[in-house]
């Protein structure tokens, strides 16, 4: 496969050439005046180049981004499916991207129509008897349904009840909204299946420990992309210690349209749209988090709520909701994109989104085993995702592998998580990729675990076909260069 990033692109200063212009200005028809010199600051230089440069410096630039329209991307634990674009004919319509959010329901009842059907959709799919569209993320919707357990128990006079359990295998969001929604977070080991050690998990429950516990916010299938066998025995002794569960729904694309959340007992769940429906995201954003509820939660999900009277929409807020966790109605348009997605493979096309998301994985595991092996839950098909723990040798590391498979012109999967896999390369192929692009994709991998036996310097100095080459992620985050400098 060609390299990606191979050529350098020169700053705008570096191809200035003095005399140069894009513009043409019309002919003065008021008398010339010089700015004044407190206007003109000398040491801010502008380059001067002609269109067509610009032109091809702002296109080439943007040829450098890698996109899952351009390349496979197997970010595992992101679901970074190929996004349909004709989700993007329909969120790019008039009608929704002139619709002011302040208009009253009488003039925007195809928006809220739209929105009503989506929350109908979701419901079906997953079981829950209430949604709400609003929070803007996986992890809102994670915050929002943390603050709907927390009323549940203050209604009921349980202060007491403040700890979460949650897996040594979650997402760092679920720590992260646990505590923001001011739980105490107790972690539950897994054990050597990958799965919720369930003594540890009953032994956090029972007796004395049922009195305090608040509930268990749990991902399933869980982050090592392995089925969770004791869901059920799980979630009643949860519900039996009088606790609430909160279901991380990231991993949504691997059961959708085969199994309901609502019927494994989840009080409470949400959706990324972005990631499960097919919305272009990374990089921040925007997304969508929708949060279901089922019977014992429902009226404390966030409003508004799109309810329906007879023909017409409007919005309502459930009796014991949290509030509001966005302005308005959470990203309207990531909305558009995902009804659209839905709307596009109806009831049987959404299982087999599952079902071949889960094929291609366990496809891609098998060609990759004998290098890249999956330490949890190798005796038993994964679900969406696997996480392998290689040990190529000669000091090879996880990170020197995915500066490699650059140079192949493929997206690293994600490293090192879940933090309990030694090396972790975490790989979700997602459905909408091809048998020749999986077999693409481990042919790389396969050709670098044979790179590592007889050239290993190649690895360690890797990648060879980048502008940059490794860089230290903590301070680029800590410390971002967000603008062009003409003087270093
Ligand atoms: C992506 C993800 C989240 C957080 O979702 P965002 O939409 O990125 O906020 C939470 N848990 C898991 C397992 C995820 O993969």
Redo the contacts with the bound molecule.
């Keep these: 496969m060609k390299p990606l990033f191979s050529q350098e692109t020169p700053s705008l200063f570096a191809l200035s050439l003095s005399g140069r212009s894009a513009l043409a200005l019309p002919k003065l028809d008021v008398p010339e005046t010089p700015l004044p010199k407190s206007l003109l600051r000398e040491e801010l230089p502008l380059p001067e180049l002609d269109e067509v440069s610009v032109v091809r410096h702002f296109t080439q630039l943007s040829q450098k981004n890698y996109s899952i329209d351009g390349q496979f991307y197997p970010l595992g634990?992101?679901?970074m499916k190929y996004n349909p674009k004709i989700n993007e004919a329909a969120a790019q319509l008039r009608g929704f991207t002139h619709a002011h959010p302040l208009l009253p329901p009488a003039q925007s009842q195809g928006s809220l129509k739209l929105m009503y059907q989506l929350q109908e959709v979701l419901k079906e799919l997953t079981g829950f008897t209430g949604f709400s569209l609003q929070p803007a993320?996986?992890?809102?919707?994670?915050l929002a349904g943390m603050l709907m357990i927390r009323a549940y128990h203050r209604d009921r006079g349980d202060t007491q009840r403040k700890r979460i359990l949650v897996p040594d295998s979650?997402?760092?969001?679920?720590p992260a909204t646990c505590t923001m929604a001011g739980f105490t977070v107790e972690t539950i080991a897994s054990d050597p299946r990958g799965a919720v050690d369930l003594a540890a998990l009953k032994a956090a429950c029972t007796g004395k420990n049922a009195e305090t516990l608040a509930g268990l916010m749990i991902?399933n299938p869980g982050?090592l992309g392995l089925f969770e066998p004791e869901i059920q025995e799980i979630l009643w002794s949860i519900h039996d210690a009088g606790g609430l569960v909160y279901g991380?729904g990231?991993?949504f694309n691997a059961l959708m349209g085969i199994i309901k959340p609502a019927d494994m007992d989840f009080d409470v769940m949400?959706l990324?749209l972005?990631?499960s429906f097919s919305t272009p995201?990374g990089g921040g954003g925007p997304?969508a988090?929708a949060v279901g509820a089922g019977p014992r939660l429902a009226e404390y999900l966030p409003g508004p709520q799109i309810t329906r009277q007879g023909d017409a929409y409007t919005f309502t807020t459930p009796p014991h909701s949290i509030g509001r966790m966005k302005g308005f109605y959470g990203n309207f348009s990531v909305l558009v994109r995902a009804y659209t997605y839905l709307r596009l493979l109806g009831k049987e096309g959404i299982r087999r989104v599952a079902e071949y998301a889960v094929l291609n994985a366990n496809y891609l595991r098998s060609l990759l085993k004998a290098a890249y092996p999956t330490p949890f839950g190798a005796d038993r098909p994964c679900m969406h995702e696997f996480v392998a723990s290689p040990n190529l040798g000669k000091g090879i590391t996880t990170l020197d592998i995915a500066k490699r498979l650059i140079d192949y012109g493929f997206h690293p999967p994600t490293i090192y998580f879940p933090l309990i896999v030694k090396e972790a390369l975490m790989i979700e192929p997602t459905e909408t990729e091809s048998k020749e692009t999986l077999d693409a994709f481990a042919a790389a991998l396969m050709a670098i675990a044979e790179e590592a036996k007889t050239q290993p310097e190649l690895l360690k100095a890797a990648p060879h076909n980048t502008p940059v080459g490794r860089l230290d992620e903590t301070e680029a985050a800590r410390k971002p260069i967000l603008r062009v400098r003409a003087c270093p």
């Design positions: 634990s992101c679901t993320a996986g992890a809102q919707g994670e979650a997402h760092g969001t679920n991902t982050t991380d990231a991993n949400h990324n972005h990631k995201h997304g988090g």
